[in-house]
């Protein structure tokens, strides 16, 4: 692999950083059980995270599916119109509240992402986040994991760069940074994630299967799937060094 042309990282949050599972089932079930409250229906809530793609009997998430791919803003959209709430912009204040917080308080990285930003920053790359996310919620989360220090971009599906798969975001990662998309490697655990990486002309897609996602979904868009993000330091020939 000619890595010498390749400077900068977009990863993906959710699924790529973030255990997906640990953080977002729980954030998606509080933001349920808020509408299901609103509309006096327990059950509801559990209807909301079937059809959303979460799977109670084998406590996964089908693949594709709303939750695993959709920004929050799609997300409120669908759950007002099928609660059939009228107040759109009051229902989605209280939704986005409990997301963020229940997302904050829940975020697990997946292990090993701490080092491996500090091992790429300290290799040269620049690194970014772009997640379907918002991005108050991206903030919390990179500070949270202690990547704040090595990365140089966070934005979120409201930060005005469109949503995935198209290719604003990855874009503007290249404009404030000064790389080509050439120079730019996308990784991520969804198809809109590589989708975006392959619009905007990035120079590598990488698929992960740590998400919600499987190998059969990202192989026929990425040029390598790999574990999870750490397969970074070997496919990059980054040294590591013991701390």
């Not at 799609?74 to 009228?86: F, H, P």
Request: hydrophobic share 45%; glycine share 10%.
């Amino acid at each position: 692999m000619a890595t010498e042309r390749l400077r900068g990282i977009l990863f993906d949050k959710d699924g790529t950083l973030v255990d997906f599972d640990a953080t977002w089932q729980p954030a998606y079930r509080r933001g349920a059980e808020l509408i299901a409250t609103l509309v006096g229906d327990a059950a509801f809530a559990d209807r909301l995270m079937d059809e959303g793609g979460w799977d109670e009997s084998r406590g996964a998430w089908r693949p594709g599916s709303l939750l695993t791919s959709a920004s929050n803003a799609q997300i409120i959209d669908q759950w007002v119109a099928r609660s059939g709430l009228v107040d759109r912009d009051a229902v989605a204040r209280l939704v986005l509240e409990a997301f963020h917080a229940a997302a904050v308080e829940s975020v697990t990285g997946i292990d090993g992402v701490g080092s491996l930003f500090m091992h790429l920053h300290a290799s040269g790359y620049v690194l970014g986040v772009a997640t379907m996310d918002d991005e108050r919620t991206a903030l919390a989360t990179v500070h949270a994991l202690s990547l704040h220090d090595y990365t140089s971009f966070v934005c979120g599906a409201d930060s005005g760069f469109g949503t995935k798969p198209e290719p604003g975001m990855l874009l503007a990662f290249c404009e404030q940074s000064g790389l080509n998309p050439a120079e730019v490697v996308m990784i991520g655990d969804s198809p809109h994630d590589l989708n975006m990486g392959r619009r905007a002309g990035a120079g590598l897609v990488i698929g992960v299967l740590s998400g919600a996602h499987r190998a059969e979904d990202l192989e026929p868009i990425a040029d390598r799937v790999v574990p999870d993000v750490n397969a970074l330091r070997e496919l990059l020939c980054i040294e590591v060094h013991a701390p």
